[in-house]
T-cell receptor, first 111, second 114 residues
Framework: GNSVTQMEGPVTLSEEAFLTINCTYT??????LFWYVQYPGEGLQLLLKATKADDKGSNKGFEATYRKETTSFHLEKGSVQVSDSAVYFC??????????FGKGTHLIIQP | DVKVTQSSRYLVKRTGEKVFLECVQDMDHENMFWYRQDPGLGLRLIYFSYDVKMKEKGDIPEGYSVSREKKERFSLILESASTNQTSMYLC?????????????FGPGTRLTVL
């Protein structure tokens, strides 16, 4: 079946550090891949997505590339800010059947 | 902007009570979903619906039911609440179509069952 594995947290970084959050998946076919972000006390917001192999999704300085050969969709940002502190979820799309989520990575950015 | 609203942000109920969680979306989306979010488990799909009066079981439907009488509204029902249903419940919606569909989430309802 479908599954998503992402690195355990919390991940603590200093402001302006480089960020990588690893995400790998198992799926039949060629799912779309997503990163969602959840700020404290809020619901999930779409951060970026990629719909086919080698696509790169990007938003707010974050990037992730759909790598079919390694079944990965790692999230990266060159210089993080305190305001990036949140929980990040990697997910794969099952069409109208919903999303399969990873367990989430809690990111803490210290000034 | 797409807006998904949930009837309550916080809810406290007693074991055995019947609980209704309401979700409304204003973008005429065909698909609607209910997830629960638990620490260390991420989000898990409870039920979803791709049309009025249609419903499909997700990954963890036991102890829950749903109702979709109108396109914009999707209700999650706990017939007899139990303490292991204490969780954050998130509703989402998306347009009909293929696997590229983005889901839009509501703010969540934090349910505590005593």
């Amino acid at each position: 079946g479908n599954s998503v594995t992402q690195m355990e947290g919390p991940v603590t970084l200093s402001e302006e550090a480089f960020l990588t959050i690893n995400c790998t998946y198992t799926a039949t076919g060629y799912p779309s891949l997503f990163w969602y972000v959840q700020y404290p006390g809020e619901g999930l917001q779409l951060l970026l997505k990629a719909t086919k192999a080698d696509d790169k999704g990007s938003n707010k300085g974050f990037e992730a590339t759909y790598r079919k050969e390694t079944t990965s969709f790692h999230l990266e940002k060159g210089s993080v800010q305190v305001s990036d502190s949140a929980v990040y979820f990697c997910a794969l799309g099952r069409g109208a059947d919903g999303l399969t989520f990873g367990k989430g990575t809690h990111l803490i950015i210290q000034p | 902007d797409v807006k998904v609203t949930q009837s309550s942000r916080y809810l406290v109920k007693r074991t055995g009570e019947k609980v209704f969680l309401e979700c409304v979306q204003d973008m005429d989306h065909e698909n609607m979903f209910w997830y629960r979010q638990d620490p260390g488990l991420g989000l898990r799909l409870i039920y979803f619906s791709y049309d009025v009066k249609m419903k499909e079981k997700g990954d963890i439907p036991e102890g829950y039911s749903v109702s979709r009488e109108k396109k914009e509204r999707f209700s999650l029902i706990l017939e007899s609440a139990s303490t292991n249903q204490t969780s954050m419940y998130l509703c989402a919606s998306s347009v009909a179509g293929g696997i590229t569909d983005t889901q839009y989430f509501g703010p969540g309802t934090r349910l505590t069952v005593l």
